[in-house]
């Protein structure tokens, strides 16, 4: 690395921020540009109403990398509280605990369909789907029919939108690789016992932890601390601000950011022009691709049109209520529900919701930009969700005292038949634009990353600033998919 090295970050979240608290640390210049003009975080932010604190999404922080643990301690410290899980799936009007417990599972079966389950899985076992190309038949080897069917098909269509035919068999392979029907019978008569920091973690199926650590004001307290890092170490976290286009030059002229906000005024910046010798983008791959100049080769601009996300909405609702439940989230597999899943943000941490009395629950919607849901109103929102939390009973009936609504675009890279091939015209076209352009986090690389491992390859981004050359390879991080758990 060359004394004086300018570096420029886009976007905020964890990939982001992690790479840029350490490349601050080290003594780099940073700046970081985020379009949120008040919230850090990315989709694990934390968003404050009224005095209650809830997610985008539900985030665990547990990870097999002890650098990326290393990095959460380092931040908040004791502010990391740790939390027993507890979480349910919702199935045919009935719970399931999750991980399963094989009693549970044959009381609301019965035990006619579970032996029915059982013969199914050992069907697939001794006669298996060649080659599964998509998510149904790669699940279905894995689980036998009936257990899919029950347990996954409808939970998954109802986040993607899309048949589980249309889903790429990757996207199972990288969530739910580590975890089998005998490891979760295994869980469900041992139960997992809390993990502790001295626990080999690199073994451990992140879908079966019996605990997790949580920042006690959510999520958002650990990119909100890491952002006041990077300023405390001399560098630069502008909100409210936008990178409309990034020019390379030529070889070793680094790259020219065109930005425009209210932000950059108050961070010394003025509109238009800024150098950099090197840019991490943590944006979708898919606006990176679009805004490079020169224009990249029209295969490339087709390959980034090509590229589709899942969106998203979370209806926090705030109830008065004696009855909750204990649970931090619950997966609701009935298609009669739209909702997808609940989270109940007072289990994650007491400090989220400022009046015991009150119940803070968040229903997350999945959808696509323009559709029905997408399109209704914040209060046809909130009355839907106070509905269905009644139609599940899960509260004893409306007493909804307030709500609030967040729209979450792009929240979920999709992994269509055509994904890989698109990935890799964009790979090929990024490669020819010269050094010093990194793509990190779940949407630079569109991959459903967790948190931690966006992190990974924000640390990898930052690695090989600081070596002075490419030694690691951020789009590798998630390859191995063995340890990516189904759902976060």
């Not at 604190?53 to 509280?81: P, T, Y």
């Not at 491992?453 to 002075?468: D, Q």
Request: proline content about 5%; some cysteine; aromatic content about 10%.
């Amino acid at each position: 690395m060359q004394p004086g090295t300018r570096v420029a970050v886009i976007g905020a979240g964890p990939a982001g921020l992690t790479a840029a608290y350490i490349l601050r640390k080290a003594g780099v210049n940073v700046d970081v540009f985020e379009a949120d003009p008040i919230y850090v975080g990315g989709i694990s932010r934390t968003v404050v109403h009224n005095g209650f604190r809830f997610d985008i999404g539900g985030h665990r922080f547990f990870s097999k990398s002890n650098e990326v643990e290393a990095f959460w301690s380092e931040i908040l410290g004791k502010d990391m509280i740790t939390r027993d899980r507890l979480s349910r799936i919702f199935y045919d009007g009935k719970f399931y605990s999750y991980p399963l417990e094989a009693s549970e599972v044959v009381r609301n079966l019965g035990k006619r369909e579970s032996l029915l389950s059982i013969g199914s899985y050992l069907n697939k076992k001794l006669f298996p789907i060649p080659r599964p190309s998509n998510l149904e038949d790669w699940v279905t080897n894995k689980f036998g029919h009936r257990l899919y069917a029950k347990f996954f098909k409808s939970y998954t269509e109802k986040v993607w939108g899309v048949p589980c035919r249309d889903i790429a068999a990757d996207w199972a392979a990288q969530r739910i690789k580590g975890l089998s029907l005998t490891r979760a019978a295994l869980a469900a008569l041992w139960s997992p016992q809390p993990t502790k920091p001295s626990d080999d973690r690199s073994r451990v199926i992140k879908s079966l932890i019996g605990s997790f650590r949580y920042p006690r004001l959510g999520p958002g307290m650990m990119w909100e601390a890491t952002a006041a890092g990077i300023r405390e170490l001399g560098g630069r976290v502008i909100l409210g601000v936008r990178v409309t286009s990034l020019t390379h030059p030529g070889p070793s002229q680094g790259w020219t950011l065109e930005i425009e906000g209210s932000g950059l005024r108050a961070a010394g910046l003025e509109s238009g022009l800024q150098n950099y010798d090197q840019v991490i983008c943590s944006a979708p791959l898919s606006w990176l691709v679009s805004a490079i100049r020169p224009g990249l080769q029209a295969e490339a601009l087709e390959a980034a049109m090509a590229l589709k996300y899942r969106d998203f909405i979370t209806v926090a609702v705030m109830i008065k209520t004696s009855t909750t439940f204990p649970d931090q989230w619950i997966y609701i597999h009935d298609p009669g529900i739209q909702a997808g899943r609940i989270q109940n943000f007072a289990n994650w941490s007491p400090e989220m919701v400022p009046d015991p009395s009150v119940t803070c629950l968040g229903l997350e919607y999945f959808c696509f930009q323009g559709d029905t849901l997408w399109n209704m109103t914040d209060d046809a929102l909130i009355a839907l969700a106070s509905r269905e939390l009644v139609s599940l009973g899960l509260v004893d009936c409306e007493m909804t005292l307030d709500g609030a609504v967040v729209r979450q675009p792009k929240a979920y890279p999709v992994y269509d038949e055509n994904y890989k091939n698109h990935i890799k015209r964009i790979r090929e076209a990024l490669a020819t634009v010269g050094e010093g352009l990194q793509a990190v986090g779940r949407n630079g690389t569109h991959k459903y990353n967790n948190q931690d491992h966006s992190m990974m390859t924000g640390m990898l981004a930052a690695k090989n600033i600081l070596s002075g050359k490419q030694v690691y390879d951020p789009w590798n991080v998630n390859q191995d998919a063995e340890y990516i758990e189904e759902t976060e």
